[in-house]
């Protein structure tokens, strides 16, 4: 079967799952690869026609240059997890794979969300930052390294973020970090001197706002507890306490939403914005971010993402 629709994704990928369940319903002619299965397929990329032949689940797919769009999930899945211990063929296995994700890059003619070049551009705090700053948006004071003197310029109570997704594992636990709040004061040279970190203004009172763009459309979601804005990151709160509703965004910041993810060439974007006493703060942007939480019967992104990947109007 010719493909018109690739999804490289992850078995574990929820959003995902409800993507492909709307191309099913629409009879698009796409495939799913997932990261976990690729040894298990067999794939031939023919740079001479610019074309992927797919052999998976007894079936024969063929992808070339009348591809229409790929929706690309998976754009750092192989990057280094510290702490997990991978044999010397697993190593192999794990960059080969890597470089031939990259080698997708052969079906440029096709929609990408998101193209891969933007992509890894775009996942990278201190640039994401930089450009919304000079697009207009309002940032919090922020400084990245290890330089404790410089940091606690910062005075009072900072946000503590990492430079970059956090995955490790000690032995069959898997950890990931959060933004924490603290003292500008605990940062000291024996605690941060060996792992740069991203030293943010704490803005407070505030209330968190998800802001998802799919082609051009913007969703906005207030965040709360209890009807109030949630003081530390809402991510670590019990998810049944949280409270998701629809907002509109000022004209201005929908536009300068918009203006971002052009800047950086991307079709689909998750945006965490806050606001604070009328002021709306850019914290930062995800390429690849999750949106599945926030599906509702008013909110079907999996059908607006289809609708983009389709061409649909």
């Not at 948006?137 to 330089?147: E, M, V």
């Not at 991307?266 to 709306?280: N, P, Q, R, T, V």
Request: include cysteine.
């Amino acid at each position: 079967m010719n493909v018109d629709c690739l999804v490289i994704s992850s078995i574990y990928d929820f959003s995902a799952d409800l993507v492909v369940q709307e191309l099913e319903r629409r009879k698009a002619k796409y495939v799913r690869l997932n990261r976990e299965k690729f040894e298990n397929h067999r794939l031939t990329m023919d740079v001479h026609e610019s074309s992927l032949e797919v052999k998976m689940n007894g079936a024969n797919y063929r992808i070339t240059t009348d591809l229409k769009a790929v929706y690309y999930r998976q754009p750092v899945f192989l990057r280094n997890t510290p702490g997990e211990l991978l044999s010397i063929d697993e190593q192999l296995s794990r960059s080969q794979w890597m470089g031939f994700l990259r080698s997708l890059a052969i079906f440029d003619e096709a929609r990408w969300m998101n193209p891969l070049n933007a992509t890894y551009l775009a996942e990278t705090k201190a640039y994401q930052l930089t450009v919304a700053r000079k697009i207009g948006f309002k940032i919090p004071k922020t400084l990245i390294g290890n330089d404790y003197t410089r940091l606690r310029e910062i005075e009072n109570r900072v946000i503590i973020k990492s430079l970059d997704t956090v995955l490790l594992r000690d032995n069959n636990d898997s950890l990931f970090t959060y933004s924490t709040v603290e003292s500008s004061t605990e940062l000291t040279d024996e605690n941060i001197s060996g792992v740069p970190l991203t030293v943010q203004e704490y803005v407070s009172p505030k209330i968190d706002l998800r802001v998802t763009v799919i082609g051009g459309k913007v969703t906005a979601v207030k965040i709360t507890s209890a009807g109030r804005g949630i003081d530390e990151d809402w991510r670590v709160v019990d998810r049944k306490s949280i409270e998701y509703t629809e907002v509109e965004l000022p004209h201005d910041i929908e536009r300068k939403c918009l203006r971002l993810l052009e800047v950086l060439g991307l079709s689909f974007g998750a945006i965490d914005l806050i606001e604070s006493d009328g002021k709306y703060y850019f914290i930062e942007i995800n390429p690849t971010g999750e949106w599945g939480w926030l599906v509702s019967d008013e909110r079907r992104f999996d059908v607006d993402i289809a609708t983009w990947l389709v061409g649909d109007k």
